[in-house]
């Protein structure tokens, strides 16, 4: 079967860095996708990871490992808007858009 | 401007009742995906639409489901005969950039649909 686990939720305080992590396990692999959703919005882009390693992007860096079918966000100088639901995705196959979808890690921010 | 806009916002219909959702990307694109998202559950993959043809769809994409481009603009998504169980957020996306693969998704603002 396909299977995406996150933790289900997470805590932090505001201006540190909190790392959140995911595990697959799906029949084929061709990408790792993170987004963030706030409540009551659609997801939003955050980031891709196709190859083994560091993917940064200002403030939030992604990392995959794919021999461990493993992936984090990792998100630096946390805002009070950063609190959202962080949903990891992969592609199982190429010329496939078909995502299978993490249940998502909902992160509360605390001043 | 939002690049896809979805229309109505939310929609409350009765069971066994037709519902259409509306999606108008701001520029022509060949691949439209609809996806949703029951409360508090995970994102769903529904159907994928290319070329004016459905392409792949899910398991749940059955027969009271159907897709169109009525008018070469806008994508419509289609259920029949509501059940309560049909009650999610129902989002469009289309590919975030040219590479359609690398840059995810954009996805409209979503329609909220309640079921009574």
């Known amino acids: 079967g396909q299977n995406i686990d996150q933790p289900t939720e997470m805590t932090a305080t505001e201006g540190a860095i909190v790392q959140i992590n995911c595990t697959y396990q799906t029949s084929g692999f061709n990408g790792l996708f993170w987004y963030q959703q706030h409540a009551g919005e659609a997801p939003t882009f955050l980031s891709y990871n196709v190859l083994d390693g560091l993917e940064e992007k200002g403030r939030f860096s992604s990392f995959l490992s794919r021999s461990k079918g493993y992936s984090y966000l990792l998100l630096k100088e946390l805002q009070m808007k950063d609190s959202a639901s962080y949903l990891c995705?992969?592609?199982?196959?190429?010329?496939?858009?078909?995502?299978?979808w993490g249940a998502g890690t909902k992160l509360i921010i605390k001043p | 401007e939002p690049e896809v806009t979805q229309t109505p916002s939310h929609q409350v219909t009765q069971m066994g009742q037709e519902v259409i959702l509306r999606c108008v990307p701001i520029?022509?694109?060949?691949?439209f995906y609809w996806y949703r998202q029951i409360l508090g559950q995970k994102v769903e993959f529904l159907v994928s639409f290319y070329n004016n043809e459905i392409s792949e769809k899910s398991e749940i994409f059955d027969d009271q489901f159907s897709v169109e481009r009525p008018d070469g603009s806008n994508f419509t998504l289609k259920i029949r005969s509501t059940k309560l169980e049909d009650s999610a957020m129902y989002f469009c996306?289309?590919?975030?950039?040219?590479?359609?693969?690398?840059?995810?998704?954009?996805f409209g603002s979503g329609t909220r649909l309640t079921v009574v």
């Open positions: 995705a992969v592609n199982p196959r190429i010329g496939n858009y078909q995502l299978i």
């Open positions: 996306a289309i590919p975030g950039g040219r590479d359609r693969v690398s840059y995810g998704y954009t």
């Open positions: 520029s022509n694109h060949l691949y």
